[in-house]
């Protein structure tokens, strides 16, 4: 929808990603015989507004229950919420499941609190969760190794070649220079190297673990004007697309 590519303007290989992954997501369902409303950029029923395309397939399915994942992002969660105010059907949000914490979590955490240091919410949180924790204490005697990720990556440890993917993209840079999307960046391949699917990301995932993660730590916060990537993996693309239906179904 416009409503989504035009608040801001989004790097294009942002809005291909995004674009790729929900078409091979509307795909894959539609596989496994799910009933899929898919909208294209260009569609003419598309109203470019996510409540008036709602309304449109909420009347045109008799639909009496609307039922929605909670979204991440403020702007979103606020339009649903007000759309459930306006339509006259029963509705009901559900929680992702992206994160541990509840929406709550960090306001409780830091209430009266004088200061707002992550460092004391991430150690609260792997004691609740019981992550690499032993009697209440971290696993090896230390609550993180900051000072052990700041090396200076210096071609004395060689990078193992990056997996890539070759995801055919071409209609969908076609659309967006037809509908005129504002975008910045640039993207002149045809192919779209990041994953866009569940298989593909655990593909990237196990390639990341096998052979990039052993020096990760050591060069997590490095950058080098030769190097794009050095040890990460491209797999954080996708994932801060947050596709996360894509890679959980």
């Known amino acids: 929808m416009r409503q989504e590519t035009d608040y801001v303007a989004h790097h294009i290989q942002k809005i291909i990603g995004f674009f790729a992954a929900m078409r091979d997501f ?19 029923k598309n109203k470019q507004s996510l409540s008036q ?6 009347k045109e399915n ?10 991440d992002e403020y702007r979103l969660d606020k339009q649903l919420v007000d759309f459930c105010k306006e339509i006259n059907i029963e509705s009901k949000s559900f929680s992702t499941e992206h994160f541990y914490t509840k929406r709550e979590d960090l306001s409780l955490f830091f209430e009266g609190k004088k200061q707002w240091i992550m460092e004391n919410f991430y150690r609260d949180m792997r004691k609740k969760h019981d992550i690499l924790i032993v009697a209440n204490q971290p ?11 700041r090396n200076k990556w210096k071609n004395e440890v060689e990078i193992p070649k990056f997996k890539t993917f070759k995801n055919e993209v071409s209609e969908i840079k076609n659309l967006i220079k037809k509908e005129n999307v504002k975008t910045i960046g640039n993207f002149k391949s ?14 990237q995932l196990k390639y990341f673990c096998e052979h990039l993660l052993i020096h990760f730590g050591d060069y997590q916060d490095a950058m ?7 040890f990460h993996s491209r797999l954080s693309f996708a994932m801060n697309l947050k596709l996360i239906s894509v890679y959980t179904l």
Do not use: M
Request: a negative charge; aromatic letters at 14%.
């Open 62 to 71: 008799n639909i009496n229950k609307f039922e929605y994942q909670l979204p």
């Open 26 to 44: 509307s795909a894959t369902l539609k596989a496994c015989n799910c009933n899929v409303v898919y909208y294209k950029l260009d569609d003419k």
């Open 190 to 203: 045809k192919h779209f190297e990041y994953p866009i699917n569940r298989k593909q990301a655990l593909e």
């Open 139 to 149: 696993e090896g005697g230390k609550w993180n190794f900051d000072k052990s990720n």
């Open 53 to 58: 395309n709602l309304l449109n397939v909420i």
């Open 224 to 230: 080098h004007t030769e190097e794009e990537y050095l």
